[in-house]
């Protein structure tokens, strides 16, 4: 279904279990606009209420199936080249929205901005359902999506209290330099604050200290890349920048209760038993 396609739209309560289940999905970032719903992941900040018109950007070759079943709202996928023509700031600035903490980052849309954000949509819905639609249309439409989506995670960055801010700013530098830097001393270095004060903040938003959460990206890029790549263990490791295999098992069963191996397996079954949706832990 989506082997020749860059781009799909539907409506989620028209979207077909073919495209749920295409193994071609993984490589496809989805825009989920859920409209007048209560919202799938817990809320934290205090400026946002339970229900609304919440807008998901997921990122490809994720871990975790958000439950979209029975939800009101549209579906934008597209893949990575329907952007390859634009400007690198851009594309670092789609990459960012997309990848805030590794998984998916969340917007809750107000009326004047849903009002906004649909009039573009509902130009590249007519757009891609016209017998032979213009690909350098859609691509144009897709940029002006991207960019007032951009425009309102700045507009959500300012609404955050000097605390939320750090922390956006560490899971930025945490998605540069997890591969290399796992202490908690290097990030407080590049946010002018002592290791301690980064982890008093991140404690008392997060729960989690510095280096917790730096696990915790680990774990989730090594899930990812058992589930998605074709690399062995050993090379997986290596990616992450574990030099023994042993001892990124070991870490691996530490967080997680399973051996690489065990999870690979446990995802499998899962996969098969439960239409592709992936297990969250």
């Known amino acids: 279904m989506l082997k ?10 028209d979207c077909p279990p073919s495209y749920l289940d295409d193994p071609g999905r993984r490589e496809f970032f989805e825009i989920v606009w859920l ?17 609304g018109d919440w807008i998901y950007l997921i990122p490809p070759y994720r871990v975790h199936q958000l439950n979209k079943a029975g939800k009101n709202g549209v579906l934008v996928s597209f893949k990575q080249e329907m952007l390859e023509d634009d400007l690198k700031e851009f594309l670092l600035d789609v ?6 903490q590794g998984e998916f980052s969340c917007l809750q849309v107000n009326e004047e901005n849903a009002k906004s954000l649909n009039a573009v949509y509902k130009l590249m819905e007519e757009e891609y359902n016209q017998s032979s639609m213009n690909l350098i249309m859609l691509k144009a439409l897709l940029k002006v999506l991207l960019l007032k989506l951009i425009q309102l995670k700045e507009h959500h960055f300012t609404l955050q209290d000097i605390h939320e801010k750090r922390i956006y700013e560490f899971m930025m530098l945490l998605e540069l330099n997890y591969h290399e830097e796992r202490t908690a001393d290097f990030y407080a270095g590049k946010l002018g604050i002592s290791a301690k004060r980064l982890n008093q903040i991140l404690k008392e938003k997060l729960n989690k200290t510095g280096v917790q959460l730096v696990h915790d990206r680990l774990i989730l890029e090594a899930k990812r890349q058992i589930i998605h790549s074709e690399n062995t263990m050993k090379e997986i490791a290596y990616n992450l920048g574990f030099q023994d295999r042993s001892y990124f098992s070991r870490f691996f069963k530490l967080h997680t209760g399973n051996t690489p191996q065990e999870f690979q397996t446990k995802v499998k079954n899962h996969v098969l038993q439960h239409e592709n949706t992936l297990i969250a832990n």
């Open 4 to 13: 020749d396609k860059v781009l799909y739209i539907r409506d989620l309560a």
């Open 35 to 51: 409209k007048n719903e209560e919202a799938l992941h817990t809320i934290r900040h205090d400026f946002q209420t339970l229900k």
């Open 95 to 100: 990459f960012r929205i997309f990848n805030i």
